[in-house]
């Protein structure tokens, strides 16, 4: 019953009951056992957290989604394409990491550039006031692009 769950760490398993719930680490614990009886949400729940628990299994003792460090959470969750820490936590740390807003759209459309931003701020090159109003002006710009109405406000 539990032979997929002791192929995990236990801690892992424990750190995502804490964010997904009991009902979601159970189903996913009991979900070989009773196959004939799962639900298509139940086997949706059981590859969700199998894909979290084998993602954290890379990091092996490194068990950064744990940290307090935003810096550390920021730039290990944004190189991570499965996210193990709650969105609210991670849009902070990566905002902190970066020295600026970032604005959900830009995790979509400057993925890149906001992994090749937070390199450097991780690696301890803090992008300069100007190279980071930049990339402000970008993100608002590619609003823009995409049709959606930007209105700019300047406060003095």
């Known amino acids: 019953m539990r032979n997929t769950a002791h192929a995990f760490n236990e801690e892992n398993i424990e750190y995502l009951r804490g964010i997904l719930g009991d009902y979601k680490v159970e189903t996913f614990l009991c979900f070989e056992a009773t196959t004939e009886n799962a639900t298509s949400e139940d086997e949706k729940t059981y590859k969700m957290v199998k894909k979290c628990l084998e993602q954290m299994e890379k990091f092996g003792d490194n068990r950064w989604w744990t940290s307090e460090d935003k810096k550390v959470l920021g730039y290990y969750q944004l190189m991570n394409p499965i996210l193990l820490v709650p969105f609210d936590k991670f849009h902070e ?64």
Request: avoid cysteine; hydrophobic fraction near 40%; aromatic fraction near 8%.
């Open 93 to 156: 740390a990566l905002e902190f990491l970066l020295g600026r807003p970032v604005w959900t759209h830009e995790m979509g459309l400057n993925y890149e550039g906001l992994k090749a931003e937070a390199e450097r701020a991780f690696n301890g090159k803090q992008d300069s006031e100007e190279q980071r109003a930049e990339s402000i002006k970008k993100s608002f710009e590619q609003l823009a692009d995409l049709g959606k109405p930007v209105i700019g406000v300047v406060v003095e």
